[in-house]
């Protein structure tokens, strides 16, 4: 099992610019997961999916953030423009359903830059 | 009121000791209980995790769950300086089923 696999592993981007973030979960999991971490605010979520719907989309903090997932073994997130801020460790996760909840596995992370 | 709390910090521990852990939740139809590790610029790997009341031991670890309190803790016995980590509390089901949310963590430091 190649385990979740996330790309890039770093992008620096100037402010104003597109960034695409990509993920494939680990095969025959049902849910995806996108988190941010910052050390002000820890790990955040940003939507989750469920068989390849998005069900909770709460966390996107605007509408320059935009998530997809267009089968079951891809999903991208999206900062169309990005500003410094943005700048975080982003977590791709995938979890299987298990009755009563089961543990999200993580990727390792894409380093965003934005200056 | 954030929906998971933790400490954050840092605990300090002496190699050999017990660390102790804790964290608090707010939804009270959470189902499912992990614990975390993170090293620095890594990504979360799962230690532990508890679905009913009481103790469950792996090792050197023992997680507790007491949902009448909304209370969880991570228990590290034997503490080894490779135990310095920060150390994430996440909860799972209730109000949103599948959703997953993590506490801010808990920085332990373990010294020889």
């Known amino acids: 099992d190649a385990g979740v696999i996330q790309s890039p592993r770093h992008e620096v981007t100037e402010m104003g610019q597109e960034v695409t973030l990509r993920c494939k979960p680990i095969?025959?999991?049902?849910?995806l997961f996108w988190y941010r971490q910052t050390m002000m605010r820890g790990l955040e979520l940003l939507i989750y999916?469920?068989?390849?719907?998005?069900?909770?989309d709460s966390g996107m903090p605007e509408d320059r953030f935009s998530a997809k997932m267009p089968n079951a073994s891809f999903s991208t997130l999206k900062i169309q423009p990005s500003e410094p801020r943005d700048s975080a460790v982003y977590f791709c996760?995938?979890?299987?359903?298990?009755?009563?909840?089961?543990?999200?596995?993580f990727g390792n992370g894409t380093r965003l830059t934005v200056t | 009121q954030k929906e998971v709390e933790q400490n954050s910090g840092p605990l300090s521990v002496p190699e050999g000791a017990i660390a102790s852990l804790n964290c608090t939740y707010s939804?009270?139809?959470?189902?499912?209980f992990f614990w975390y590790r993170q090293y620095s610029g890594k990504s979360p790997e799962l230690i532990m995790f508890?679905?009913?009341?009481g103790d469950k031991e792996d090792g050197r670890f023992t997680a507790q769950l007491n949902k009448a309190s909304q209370y969880v803790s991570l228990l590290i016995r034997d503490s080894q300086p490779s135990d310095s980590a920060t150390y994430l509390c996440?909860?799972?089901?209730?109000?949103?089923?599948?959703?997953?949310?993590f506490g801010q963590g808990t920085i332990l430091t373990v010294h020889p």
């Open positions: 996760a995938s979890s299987p359903h298990l009755p009563g909840g089961s543990p999200l596995h």
């Open positions: 095969s025959g999991h049902d849910y």
């Open positions: 999916f469920n068989n390849n719907v998005p069900i909770d």
């Open positions: 939804d009270r139809g959470s189902q499912s």
């Open positions: 508890i679905y009913s009341n």
């Open positions: 996440a909860v799972r089901g209730g109000t949103s089923y599948g959703k997953l949310t």
